[in-house]
């Protein structure tokens, strides 16, 4: 059972806290209103710049950045900076604040000391879109706090503006890190077992850095090592450089990439990745399994174009890739096993997109300010593969699409891909998924809000053997569904869930309860004929959003099938990662997935 080995919940055992000060602040700092409504009064700023370092003035910002619950609906801040639009920026300050600034709290005194590397003011600035002496843009500041929010070391984060008196623009950037050092571990008497380290703030400087030592059930137990190590925005480049080594259970070798995405409406993007691995995988449908040599290379680059009139970006990208599988274990032939198939080929992309932000809270989170995209991405791919056995083309597009109604949030996206040999259509895949949720109902303290996702997968003209057939997995699959049980080439995953976010709050872990019904259909063309397999159930997450681990979970679900109930875990305890929503800035061309 893998959990979050977080030293958190050993010190709640082991310290006792003491009571939380009070102090003494100003009346404007105990006006409840957040401080993205009191940006445009300049007695918040001016108490910043002289009161930066005060206790009281750090917890009003925490609490109007993470504790707001209460302002869960979403809203569209475009406008926000419309008064000092086009005007001069004199100046930059930055205002980094450890995981809980200033609290006289024990334990978060500890918390603050005990975490290693705070995020360094140097750091931030480096991922600035903006200098002193550039004319403010609206939108250009929106994207940047969204862009510095979305650091995996930053739990929150604002941009305010004020006039500095003298015709030009004084802009504060403000953030809150993340607890950033953990430790994962997974014990399995039948299988392997492994125990990491991490720091995601290695520096202070936003590195990543993970250490990992696996072992096995049979002696002589040890297995190996595995380092990965990333850099976000080399040099202030928006570069970023990742690469993993080691040994592994079933994996080992060496994965290295470099790469820059679209960020902003007018920009670039490029690449280069170069992977070097033996693997050995189980089979998803048969006993045994596939073990492979792969050597994988891959360079691609783009350039997008604003365009002013239309309010959206014109992009187009290229790819040139070639992968070589060796020592394969499985047969291969044109049809069989086309996933191990060697290849080299060009991808072309070719597009329109837009992207802004709402802005909300307790959503996938707990409390923290979300940014929930909305927008759209309409991409055309073409290309040419030489592959193993023949040559062929690839053709295909996808249409995104996000938007907020009156009575909440639904994004789409549908891709449409297949390579062509001769006349025929081959290795085609059609995706379309959904995901929404209902603006928040309040009843008393807590808050329900409704999500509906939905997933369809076809598959066709496909070949045969591994990776050629769809099955309910951990991604797409009934919740507490034992994995590997069913097959086909068509599947429909629809995920309804009623979460109640409480005011419960236990040294900084919030509590959610959750309903949910899951129904799936898998099979041939005719699936959607038959009964769908439903499972129930209710559940509890656990989340502090100021620590970088993911949701702790139990679930309970119970099968309305009678030919379900010995292929459901009736009870489960599990980590989830915070489900992402789509985006629609244009991102490194591929081939659509089939899984």
């Excluded at 750091?123 to 002193?132: A, C, D, E, T």
């Excluded at 969204?146 to 930053?154: G, K, T």
């Excluded at 991808?347 to 995209?373: M, Q, V």
């Excluded at 309903?515 to 209710?538: K, S």
């Amino acid at each position: 059972m893998r959990f979050a080995a977080v030293l958190v919940l050993l010190l709640v055992v082991a310290v006792y806290p003491s009571r939380a000060r009070e102090t003494d602040r100003p009346d404007i700092l105990q006006d409840s209103i957040s401080l993205r409504r009191k940006q445009k009064t300049n007695l918040v700023l001016d108490s910043l710049k002289t009161r930066v370092d005060n206790g009281a003035l750090s917890r009003f910002l925490f609490g109007s950045l993470i504790k707001n619950g209460r302002n869960a609906k979403l809203e569209d801040e475009r406008d926000i900076f419309a008064e000092f639009e086009g005007r001069r920026i004199s100046s930059i300050n930055i205002v980094c604040n450890d995981v809980y600034p200033n609290d006289s709290l024990r334990l978060h005194k500890f918390l603050n000391a005990v975490n290693l590397f705070k995020t360094a003011r140097m750091y931030i600035r480096q991922n600035l879109f903006f200098k002193v002496g550039d004319p403010l843009s609206g939108k250009t500041l929106n994207s940047n706090e969204h862009f510095i929010r979305d650091l995996p070391s930053i739990v929150d984060a604002a941009i305010v503006a004020r006039d500095d008196g003298e015709g030009g623009v004084e802009v504060w950037v403000i953030t809150y890190d993340k607890w950033s050092v953990g430790a994962e571990a997974l014990y399995s008497p039948s299988r392997e077992s492994f125990i990491t380290l991490y720091d995601k703030n290695f520096f202070g400087l936003g590195h990543d850095i993970r250490l990992r030592t696996n072992f096995f059930k049979d002696p002589p137990y040890y297995y190996g090592n595995q380092l990965f190590y990333r850099v976000s925005n080399l040099f202030g480049t928006f570069w970023t450089a990742d690469f993993a080594v080691g040994k592994g259970y079933g994996h080992s070798g060496f994965e290295g990439q470099a790469y820059k995405d679209f960020i902003l409406p007018d920009d670039y993007s490029a690449g280069v990745r170069y992977n070097n691995v033996h693997s050995a995988d189980s089979l998803s449908f048969e006993p045994g399994g596939v073990s492979y040599c792969k050597e994988e290379f891959a360079v691609w680059g783009g350039k997008s174009w604003f365009m002013p009139r239309a309010d959206n970006s014109f992009f187009l990208q290229g790819k040139l890739y070639s992968q070589y599988y060796s020592h394969c274990s499985l047969p291969l032939t044109l049809s069989l096993n086309p996933y191990y198939h060697n290849q080299r080929g060009v991808l072309l992309s070719a597009g329109i997109y837009k992207e802004n932000f709402y802005k909300g809270r307790l959503i996938y989170g707990f409390g923290r300010t979300e940014d929930i995209p909305y927008g759209y991405n309409l991409t055309f791919f073409g290309g040419w593969e030489r592959s193993q056995f023949n040559d062929r083309g690839y053709m295909g597009g996808s249409f995104t699409s996000g938007t907020r109604f009156r009575w909440g949030y639904v994004s789409t996206q549908v891709e449409l891909g297949s390579f062509v040999h001769g006349q025929r259509f081959t290795e085609g895949v059609l995706n379309a998924n959904l995901k929404s949720f209902s603006e928040m109902v309040y009843m008393h303290r807590c808050g329900l809000r409704f999500f509906l996702n939905a997933y369809y997968t076809l598959g066709f003209n496909r070949g045969q053997g591994e990776k050629e057939w769809l099955d309910f997995n951990r991604e797409y699959g009934l919740t507490n569904l034992k994995n590997n049980l069913y097959s086909g080439n068509n599947r429909l995953v629809v995920n309804a869930e009623a979460v109640i976010f409480t005011p419960i709050d236990l040294l900084g872990f919030n509590m959610a309860f959750f309903g949910y019904m899951d129904m799936g259909w898998i099979g041939d063309e005719r699936f959607l004929a038959r009964t769908p397999m439903t499972v129930v159930g209710v559940g509890l997450r656990i989340k502090n959003d100021r620590f970088i681990i993911p949701n702790f979970q139990f679930s309970f679900g119970y099968p309305l099938q009678d030919a379900l109930r010995d292929k459901v875990r009736f009870y489960r305890f599990s980590t989830e990662e915070m489900l992402d929503m789509h985006r629609f800035l244009p991102l490194e061309p591929n081939h659509f997935q089939y899984r």
